[in-house]
């Protein structure tokens, strides 16, 4: 069974930094694209940013400059790295990925991990 786990959340202040991690596992045969979605409280999840498995990547407007998507192939990694950090980018963040398995194409997603910007 497939799942992506994400690390690294919690309470930071504004202008600060954090790292966040997704781990895919299972039986995974092939990773495509992978992204981090958010969601604020009473509001859509929306794009943040995401990676294609030869590196090409593509962010929100919101977080262009301040927030960096990469990937390990190997360890079927994504990580975000989200500097100058503002309250606005309080939420919930996602990890998405397609990825082939034994059951074929599909779109994963993790349960989210919590990021708060306050002072």
């Known amino acids: 069974q497939v799942q992506l786990v994400e690390s690294g959340g919690g309470l930071v202040q504004p202008g600060g930094s954090l790292r966040l991690s997704c781990a895919a596992s299972g039986s995974i045969f092939s990773i495509n694209t992978m992204g981090w979605y958010r969601q604020a409280p009473g509001k859509q999840r929306d794009l943040v940013a995401t990676?294609?498995?030869?590196?090409?990547?593509n962010y929100a407007d919101s977080v262009k400059g301040r927030f960096t998507i990469s990937r390990d192939n190997a360890k079927n990694t994504v990580y975000l790295q989200m500097n100058s950090l503002k309250p606005e980018d309080t939420a919930v963040y996602y990890c998405n990925a397609g990825l082939i398995s034994h059951t074929g194409f599909m779109y994963y997603w993790g349960k989210g991990t919590l990021v708060t910007v306050s002072s």
């Open positions: 990676i294609t498995r030869g590196g090409s990547t």
